[in-house]
């Protein structure tokens, strides 16, 4: 049989920085051979910008209405459900919350074909806990019935499987890590030029955190313990890059000036592409200090990037602290103070031969063309041509 899958994902209707909900089934895309497409719930304007499409004539947008997640679009229920346009024999859904799910669950009764839908950390506690009073009205309504019409669940960590247990989810659930390109691992980044283009001091060392400005990245933490370090490293400066909602934003900024760090940190906005890795080559080190995440991609661009990371365990990438590459506190700020405090007491030099560490790992085992691969032994045996993969775990 000939695999034609289809990969949705639900995307806002705005203007917005990148997101590891929509880089994923892009990555895919690009790196898979064969009858791929994706289709969009929703009308980003900026998507073209964010993310490196190689095949944008594979890519449809349907405009959603509504508020909040839980908007609703006819065009796209239409033209999957009753026109069955996409003609897949496989979807692949990413991300969990949304009202997408009511179309791709009701395509899976109606045409009898397996849906997989990958988590991005949607059942992890700081998750469930976010807007939790919504998310317990709408499991009640709609979506633990939805679940069980998922065939096969992908989590991007074994900690997820879990999690995924405690929702209440029986069927198979299958554990593959997400994945770099060979594009990024090739590229070279411009530090001083990325110094020259956002004003950043010569003579100081870098402190880097570059991901979406959400109140679940910790940045509620990152803010105080720099108050504490910048007395201790002079030398080290921080930069924030991403992009938000405005009123976080301007929360965000209004922390800095209160807390009077404005000298010692910088917000410089959202940074895509190239001037992203012109970034990670300045910086000496990356934070990322997240409640939750699934498996964060941030990490591991900054490593493929030979940048040493201070990551959250909740980021769960176990190899990051185990094979020296970086360091790994507790999601709070005291065990967030004491990593920093390591990882910027280290000279140059000694932090370069632990970024590189984690290029080589990256390199080795989490490139997007190892992870596709993955992925279709998981769709051979959905698809009732292959046995079950080791990574697939079922009660």
């Known amino acids: 049989m000939t695999k034609k899958i289809l990969y949705v994902v639900e995307t806002p209707n705005t203007f917005g920085g990148a997101s590891g909900l929509e880089a994923v089934p892009v990555a895919l895309l690009n790196h898979r051979e064969g009858d791929t497409n994706l289709w969009c719930y929703g009308m980003r304007p900026n998507f073209y910008q964010m993310y490196p499409v190689q095949t944008p004539d594979r890519i449809k947008f349907f405009q959603s209405y509504g508020w909040g997640q839980y908007k609703f679009s006819p065009a796209f229920y239409h033209?999957?459900?009753?026109?069955?346009?996409?003609?897949?024999?496989?979807?692949?859904?990413?991300?969990?919350?949304?009202?997408?799910?009511?179309?791709?669950?009701?395509?899976?009764?109606?045409?009898?074909?397996?849906?997989l839908l990958s988590l991005h950390g949607a059942f992890s506690p700081w998750a469930l806990k976010k807007n939790s009073i919504k998310k317990m009205l709408a499991r009640k309504i709609f979506y633990?019935?939805?679940?069980?019409?998922?065939?096969?669940?992908?989590?991007?960590?074994?900690?997820?499987?879990?999690?995924?247990?405690?929702?209440?989810?029986?069927?198979?659930?299958?554990v593959m890590p997400n994945g770099v390109s060979a594009d990024w691992l090739d590229s070279l980044g411009d530090a001083k030029r990325f110094r020259k283009v956002f004003e950043i001091p010569e003579d100081k060392r870098i402190l880097l955190y570059c991901s979406r400005l959400d109140r679940g990245k910790g940045l509620d933490m990152l803010l105080p313990?720099?108050?504490?370090?910048?007395?201790?490293?002079?030398?080290?400066?921080?930069?924030?890059?991403?992009?938000?909602?405005?009123?976080?934003?301007?929360?965000?900024?209004?922390?800095?000036?209160?807390l009077k760090i404005s000298q010692t940190v910088k917000?410089?906005?959202?940074?895509?592409?190239?001037?992203?890795?012109?970034?990670?080559e300045a910086a000496d080190a990356?934070?990322?200090?997240?409640?939750?995440?699934?498996?964060?991609?941030?990490v591991l661009e900054a490593l493929g990037g030979g940048c040493p990371c201070v990551m959250t365990k909740t980021c769960r990438i176990p190899f990051v602290e185990k094979s020296g590459c970086g360091w790994c506190p507790d999601p709070n700020i005291d065990s967030l103070i004491a990593s920093?405090?390591?990882?910027?007491?280290?000279?140059?030099?000694?932090?370069?031969?632990?970024?590189?560490?984690?290029?080589?790992?990256?390199?080795?085992?989490?490139t997007w063309k190892r992870i596709v691969g993955l992925f279709d032994e998981l769709y051979d045996w959905m698809l009732g041509e292959k046995e079950k993969p080791e990574f697939v775990h079922e009660l």
Not at 239 to 244: E, F, H, L, Q, Y
């Open 267 to 280: 917000m410089i906005g959202n940074i895509v592409m190239q001037d992203k890795r012109d970034a990670i």
């Open 340 to 366: 920093l405090e390591e990882a910027m007491s280290k000279d140059k030099e000694t932090l370069k031969r632990m970024g590189q560490v984690g290029k080589e790992i990256v390199e080795s085992q989490f």
């Open 286 to 298: 990356f934070v990322l200090p997240s409640y939750s995440e699934g498996f964060a991609l941030a």
């Open 225 to 258: 313990a720099w108050k504490h370090l910048e007395k201790i490293f002079p030398d080290w400066f921080c930069v924030i890059a991403g992009t938000g909602v405005d009123s976080y934003k301007k929360e965000l900024q209004m922390t800095i000036e209160s």
């Open 79 to 115: 033209t999957l459900v009753c026109q069955n346009q996409s003609g897949a024999n496989l979807l692949h859904q990413h991300g969990f919350w949304g009202m997408a799910l009511h179309s791709t669950t009701r395509w899976h009764r109606v045409h009898g074909r397996p849906l």
């Open 144 to 174: 633990n019935r939805a679940s069980n019409e998922i065939d096969v669940i992908h989590a991007s960590s074994a900690q997820d499987i879990e999690f995924t247990r405690e929702f209440g989810y029986k069927k198979p659930i299958a």
